[in-house]
């Protein structure tokens, strides 16, 4: 693991100066009153006229917006994105968050909640329960087709959250745990977001932000017919679409940004809970708009949610093992280049968003679409038993596994790979050396086949929720399709999101998967799911413009008592018979300039026993005047770190210790200044809970 140096400091430092030095255009400082709650009534799910009709020329909407923690176990925990075994969570760098919005048209009683959440995936499991929990609590207010949770795709934060096997090999199987952080913190954030509603605005805009990402597969991009890539300027999507929120009072509730890039800033050596470089770009904005501590109000709500970035890589620097050259400083520089142009399109944003809330969905059987030939070659065909294919174990450019990719039957000269390939692939996976069919599994399939598809319009907004990562092209593709059904209607902007409501794979073009790169063989439903996702959408977009009702599907399954898990709880915490738990191990020095790192080391026990949701494990705090202790940075904001690691000692293995690393700012005012720890400790007599803390000796910074 790349461990945390001074560099750290000045990285984050430029990032978060950015925020407090805005100049001309900056986002307002906000108030804290809170918003008055206006009613609204319960979706219609079988209207009887289009959205954009019942709701022409209006710009009246009711606003919520919420965040809540949902920062699962920070310690021996198997990470969720780069299926790495040895890859367990040893810390946070920064916690992770549900970010909820509410928007409802009064002018035709519906509305729809928007989740980008700080997730490898939402697995569909996490949407199962958490509409099941939101119907608990609210009735009929939301359901499948007016709930859609985005994942920002972060790649550092623990697994175990999914009901299908694919998803829970590498976490050891399912960590309950970690699901019901997921579920309860996603469900919170809604159901406040949705209490919060009043009378507000919205505004829209769009550009294109370059340098801040490239296509880690330029050779199969490239597959993609001269006539069809000579219409954009670049190998991946630049463009940045984002909604600003304002109430009626004029205090700014919040804004949604959509931009293609993967969130993999960190690499698979990375042991830290991060949100990585959205986590990052959302964090300071929302530090932009009145601050932010550790269970403190959730006034403004920045998400930076993601795209079609199936081929998207931000590491524009380079790197190895999947992250940037430096995990940490690439984060910071991914983040910076999102929110500066966040920022612009907010200071900027002036085109209001009139019309209503309108939305379809409908569950897919994706490995067994007949897809028409309008939507493919000229020749009808279907989709296919999911499987993955040789390149997938491979790792894509900026984060190779075993072997190469490229690995295909597409050309096959001699007479054994003839025979290799017809044992390995079948028919409907044309150029697929087939490694895995999980679709053929017993008594389940290994991953999902019964998938959402939702549709959702704000006004001339379309989001396009797929629970696939659409490589670029895909996505534009997929776009052009959704534009064409809705022309009339008064969108203008058809964005991708996902990956979103479940998980199933990738999906590129049908000539990208000829090449069989990474995210070719990641393409589950085989050459024509592409194909098989416009034809659906197309539907859903031809509903939702004649006022039209739409079929629910199959219904996937729930497979809640089917789950297993393999990792047991913690059993019991100790530690040395002279020391407490919270007494430091290793002392800080007495003095630091700015730029250091001051770093502390506690007798402490297993992050597991309190996930500390809405809370921290740590507190820099400074000394003040009157001698009393105020925090300055904690564990939600990616400026401190808290790292554990087991302990061995004599005669359990049961102990740990815990380090707070403080890469100190280089405008950090000189005084004194502490770190802090707080925990909780198990026994092994009766099985509670103890909570403890510790904190180091002060200290100088000069």
């Not at 030095?21 to 219609?44: D, F, I, K, N």
């Not at 409501?501 to 050459?527: C, I, K, L, M």
């Not at 808290?642 to 005012?669: F, G, K, M, N």
């Not at 200044?673 to 000069?702: A, C, I, M, Q």
Request: with cysteine.
């Amino acid at each position: 693991m790349r461990k945390p140096t001074a560099r750290l400091a000045p990285v984050l430092g430029l990032l978060l100066g950015s925020v407090l030095a805005l100049g001309p255009g900056a986002p307002p400082r906000l108030s804290t009153a809170s918003a008055a709650r206006a009613p609204v009534a319960a979706p219609v799910a079988a209207p009887a006229e289009a959205a954009g009709n019942a709701c022409a020329g209006s710009a009246n909407f009711l606003l919520g917006a919420a965040r809540s923690d949902i920062t699962g176990p920070a310690a021996e925990v198997g990470m969720m994105g780069y299926g790495q075994v040895g890859q367990k969570t040893e810390g946070i760098h920064l916690r992770l968050y549900s970010r909820a919005f509410v928007i409802a048209s009064p002018c035709n009683g519906r509305r729809v909640a928007f989740v980008s959440a700080d997730l490898g995936m939402v697995f569909q499991a996490v949407k199962q329960q958490v509409v099941e929990r939101l119907r608990a609590k609210l009735g009929d207010t939301f359901s499948d087709d007016n709930v859609l949770l985005s994942a920002t795709h972060t790649h550092s934060g623990p697994g175990g959250f999914s009901h299908y096997t694919l998803y829970n090999l590498t976490s050891l199987g399912f960590v309950p745990q970690n699901f019901e952080a997921i579920v309860s913190g996603i469900t919170d954030s809604i159901v406040r977001a949705n209490a919060r509603l009043a009378e507000g605005s919205l505004r829209l805009a769009s550009g294109d932000l370059r340098g801040a990402s490239a296509n880690r597969s330029p050779e199969a991009y490239l597959r993609n017919p001269e006539s069809e890539r000579v219409r954009y300027s670049d190998n991946v999507d630049t463009r940045m679409t984002l909604l600003r929120m304002t109430g009626a009072d004029g205090r700014e509730l919040g804004l949604v940004n959509w931009f293609a890039v993967h969130a993999t800033s960190f690499g698979n050596t990375n042991h830290y809970i991060s949100g990585d470089n959205k986590g990052l770009a959302a964090h300071a904005f929302e530090v932009g708009q009145g601050g932010l501590t550790p269970g403190g109000p959730d006034t403004f709500v920045a998400a930076f949610a993601n795209s079609n970035e199936g081929d998207v890589t931000p590491n524009i620097l380079g790197g190895t093992n999947g992250g940037g050259a430096n995990d940490f400083e690439d984060a910071a520089l991914s983040a910076k280049k999102q929110y500066d142009f966040a920022v612009h399109l907010w200071a900027t944003a002036a085109m209001p968003v009139m019309g209503g809330v309108d939305y379809r969905h409908a569950y897919v059987k994706m490995d067994a679409v007949d897809v028409a030939p309008a939507y493919a070659d000229g020749s009808a065909h279907r989709t296919c038993p999911a499987a993955i294919g040789l390149s997938m174990i491979a790792g894509a450019e900026d984060g190779p596994g075993f072997g190469s990719e490229g690995a295909t039957c597409e050309s096959v000269h001699d007479v054994w790979n003839q025979f290799s390939c017809a044992a390995v692939t079948t028919p409907c996976q044309g150029e697929k050396p087939i490694v895995l069919e999980m679709g053929s599994m017993k008594p389940y399939p290994w991953s999902p086949e019964v998938l959402p598809l939702q549709l959702v319009t704000v006004g001339p907004l379309a989001l396009v929720a797929v629970p696939f990562e659409l490589t670029t092209m895909a996505g534009r593709r997929l776009r052009d399709t959704v534009r064409a059904q809705l022309q009339g209607t008064g969108v203008t902007d058809v964005v991708i999101a996902g990956p979103a409501n479940a998980y199933s794979g990738y999906v590129a073009t049908r000539e990208e998967y000829a090449r069989q790169d990474y995210e070719g063989a990641s393409t589950h439903f085989g050459p024509w799911t592409l194909a098989a996702l416009q034809q659906s959408f197309a539907g859903l977009a031809g509903s939702l413009r004649e006022g039209a009702a739409v079929a629910p599907g199959p219904t996937p399954r729930d497979l809640r008592k089917a789950v297993v898990g393999l990792q047991p709880g913690v059993v019991f915490d100790d530690k040395l018979l002279w020391v407490d738990f919270g007494a430091v191990a290793q002392e800080a020095k007495a003095s630091y300039a700015r730029g250091d790192t001051a770093s502390v080391t506690f007798w402490g026990g297993h992050p597991r026993n309190d996930l500390k949701l809405g809370g921290t494990y740590l507190r820099v705090q400074r000394r003040q005047a009157d001698g009393t202790w105020r925090d300055v940075a904690h564990d939600g904001e990616g400026g401190a770190l808290y790292h554990w690691q087991r302990e061995y000692c004599v005669p359990t293995l049961a102990c740990s210790h815990v380090r707070i690393d403080w890469p100190i700012p280089l405008d950090t005012p000189p005084g004194t200044y502490r770190l802090v720890h707080e925990g909780n400790w198990k026994s092994g007599w009766d099985g509670r809970v103890h909570p403890y803390s510790g904190n180091s000796r002060p200290f100088t910074v000069r």
